[in-house]
């Protein structure tokens, strides 16, 4: 959801996208926010602290997030596309 | 002499802050067994003569992208006396563990806070000297892009270079794990860094609702591409022109009497070969000047991000990203300059398949060609459809060959790319952007240039008693020979001598036809419509449209991608192309026709 707070509880990915995943600040613990999600299933914009990212909806499928008060679920991927 | 390596994430003002330690003094270095171009420059810090290399940007010292493996390649072959860490202050937090992983290589490293002026703006406090004591190296805070605290950094820099060891090589084996160096940031971090907890909304998030919206974004895309386009090639052209203009009239004045005494053929090798080649390599200037202009101030403005976050649906099908697709827009202007620009894309197998693809865009070159032609043989009634249909299929090969070579091209690369805010760029940052650029062209594709150039004089004058152009030299000889080739597509001999002469630049095919049918103006529009029906001009436009790219694309292929094997490719995948549609297009209009 746009806006609606989060954290980033686990990162399961392969080791090279890990890496970038990582190095942009997707690292389990930290707070993250999606700010907006392009039309035509384009990419969605997520910020950490004061960075902005944009990931590919298949890359962001790899970040399990744990909504602020809500069941977690992953981000980008439509809620049944369970984590990767 | 000093070797100094400026290393950093991307994003963090590197080249900002290179670019104005060393002004346009920059060259391109060779390094073995580095395949892309690393910037050097020699400057004079303290009392030590210094070469500073740029490296690129990297986000991770163990990462896997072509980028980390050039830098860590470097580190590993080329002993440095001290590593530059540059590093957004306004991100510190998430840039310590690039710091932490460098430091553990053992060299001498000095770090750079950049952006200290956003980082003031955001209340970020960052206490330098207890930063430096923690991390145990020099620590200074900078704003690259006004040159703010650049005296007292170059005077850590200075003190560094005089205290530092022997130069020596990194080991890359001894790095620590991931989770080590991110318990050793935090640590570091908290005591010396203080973010507040709200930040104040910024001036980008208000306009990023609309840039960014789902709705707007993209026709705005547009409207800003074609802006700029219309600027790169208005304020081109007539510059272009001027340049030409230039070059001919020190050719009559200067250059003409300099060989009269020489033989007749020698004049026409100097004139007609090497001179024209050296003035169509300086009608490139001013484009590749104007556009990379435009070109510093979309990349340094954070536009170009964005451009990829609005086409990335799209293009991500066609296995390229929206940074491609603003060089593919460009190269409708020119395709030079837009393979030039592939470089801000970073991973090599999407450059190399951009610059595949760029050269099928209908560059402004080839449309002089094809008004010339479609005047003469079409009523106006039907000539914009004819020009329509060209630029579709025009657009038509590039997807097609993104389609087909995607496979080929894959890119290893994430698309995980920051959004940095929106900066103002400044003149300085734009006007050296343009400069390098066209020093770069220039020291590249000179050489190559020419050469073309010189090859098409000699295969339409030799032998030096025949006409030129004419069905008795080299080129209508080998017209002739390849006549069972391209008669099925309509081109005959004379066609074909057109043709060769367009591998120079595609504008000359009209002053081809001019000098092969010994006539000008409206005669020779007369003529070409005589001498073609309108099946054969469409047959010839498009080929003239996919056929091998000009031998100024080609020579900025080469250096872009370094590699002849590639280069080849790019010439003989076109040509292919070119021969299938003109073939599949001129059997069937003849087959519908008859």
Redesign the interface.
Known sequence: MPGQPALVKAVHAA???A???????F?SGKPLQV??R??????V?VR?????????RT?AAHIEVELREVEPAPIGAAPDSSKA | MKRVALIG?PNTGKSTLFNRLTGASARVGNWPGITVDLMTAKILVGAHMAELVDLPGI??L????DDEAVVRQFLQTTPVDLVLLIANA??I??QM??VLQMRALGLPCLLLLNMADEARQ?G?TIDADRLAEQLAMPVALIAAKYGEGQPAALKKIGHALATAPAPATARLDALAD?SAI?TESAAVIAGTVQ?PAR?PEHLSDKL?RVV?H??V??PLFFLAMFGVFQAVFLIGAPIQAGMVWLFEQAKTLAVEPAVSMLPKFAQGFVLDGIWAGLSTVAAFVPIIIVFFLFMAVVEDSGYL?RA???T???M?RLGLDGRSFVMILMGFGCNVPAIMGTRVMRSRPHRLLSMLVIPLSLCSARLQVFLFLIAALFPPSKAPWVLFCLYLTSFGTAILTALIFKKRYVS?E????????YRLPTIRQIWLRGWVEVGHFLRRATKMIVIGVVCVWILTHVPFNATPAGPDTLAGMLGSLLQPLLAPIGIDTKLTVALMFGFIAKEIVIGAFAVIYGMEGAALSANMASQMDWVQAVSFMLFTLIYTPCVSTIAAIKAESKSPAFTVLAVAWPLALAWVVSFVFYQSARALLA
């Open positions: 080791e090279h996208l890496h970038r995943l990582a190095a942009l600040g690292r700010q907006r392009g039309s035509l299933s384009g990419p914009q950490l602290g004061t960075t902005d990212v944009i990931l590919r890359e | 994430m986000y991770d163990k990462g896997y992208s306004v991100q937090e998430r563990s690039l955001l970020i991931h991110e973010i930040l990023d960014l789902p709705w974004g993209l991000s990829a976050f609005l990335d649906a799209l991500s290893t994430p698309f995980v790319i920051e959004l940095p805010p």
